[in-house]
């Protein structure tokens, strides 16, 4: 197995990998490259649930993402796989999130412990449009200028709850009139990143977001600048997913975001969700300078064992 680069910005694609077909030593590359790449692709992947949920319990601890139901969707099957699709059967839909614009989120930042890692495998796809962008949170918060970086060290972000990132409100919350608030946990908006030690920038999403200890007015001009910045084009890679696509991505580190496509057409893909950490700013970090993924772009080969030597180094 070998991972190459995939973007300039973020993520790597794994090579000669079957995830029905791990070890140790493969689990404990994949988890190694992950840190270092915030991301990573395996194409012409063939999994049964059961399989997926195999392979999710040796990488870390499934969440079940309790919140992410919606009203008259069809029960699971297996607790762990959340389906997010568009499709309807005898009238109820199978999954989440429809067909409409996804917007930028990292997933469930709205709990206390978000995840940690997220897994999409693609079952089935329209002929064109929902994509899955990524954004570096790392590359995001290196390149903000230092004054706005220590003011944002002291800075915390309510994360509202109340609607999921298809903009559907979630079961028993009532509208939002006032962000000031709503209902939700506070995070830092400089998140140390608890395995490699760097900062990143912690959004979450944008709807209904507010600044603790800002005027409604200071903390919407904040946000707004940071979402501008975080979102731009240089700090994204589009995903074009192909069937048999498993995409992992650290949600500590990156923001996704999914293009619309055709409510004709089908979109099926199975999502296992990872246990993560109350997100935390440790004072330190400031120090450490930039994780790998946020310098100047890569194009280097990698293999597993200099994967696993970077990641060790990340973690000193
Ligand atoms: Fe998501």
Redesign the pocket.
């Known amino acids: 197995m070998n991972f190459t680069p995939i973007s300039p910005v973020v993520g790597a694609q794994a090579h000669h990998v079957l995830l029905t077909d791990t070890n140790d030593q493969v689990i404990a590359a994949i988890a190694h490259a992950l840190l270092e790449h915030g991301l990573l692709l395996f194409r012409r992947q063939s999994l049964s649930d059961e399989q997926l949920v195999a392979f999710g319990r040796r990488l870390g601890e499934l969440d079940f993402s309790p919140l992410a139901f919606v009203d008259g969707q069809k029960a699971r099957e297996r607790p762990e796989v959340l389906i997010v699709s568009n499709v309807k059967e005898d009238g109820l839909p199978i999954g989440v ?1 429809g067909d409409a614009e ?1 917007v930028w ?3 469930n930042s709205y709990r206390e412990t978000p995840l940690s890692y ?1 897994l999409l495998y693609a079952v089935e796809l329209p002929e064109a449009g929902g994509d899955t962008c990524f954004a570096n949170m790392y590359l995001a918060y290196e390149t903000l200028a230092p004054v706005l970086k220590a003011r944002l060290d002291a800075l915390e972000i309510k994360h509202d709850l109340t609607y999921n ?1 298809a903009g559907v409100l979630r079961r028993g919350f009532a509208p939002v009139t006032d962000p000031v608030n709503a209902p939700g946990p506070w995070h830092p908006i400089v998140r140390t990143h608890p395995e490699t030690g760097y900062n990143t920038l912690y959004l979450g999403r944008r709807p209904n977001a507010y600044v603790r200890g800002l005027s409604l007015a200071e903390s919407e001009a904040l946000i707004d600048m940071l979402w501008a910045h975080a979102t731009s084009e240089r700090f994204t890679w589009t995903h074009v997913w192909q069937l048999g696509d498993v995409l992992i991505w650290d ?1 500590r580190c990156l923001m ?1 975001h ?1 293009t619309p496509f055709d409510p004709s057409a089908r979109r099926i893909m199975h999502r296992l969700q990872f246990v993560g950490e109350r997100p935390f700013n440790d004072p330190v970090a400031a120090q450490r300078g930039p994780h790998p993924r946020a310098q100047a772009p890569q194009t280097r080969r990698t293999d597993t064992h200099q994967d696993a030597e970077t990641a060790r180094g990340m973690r000193a």
């Open positions: 999130l996804v989120h990292s997933d997220s990132s949600n996704h999914r």
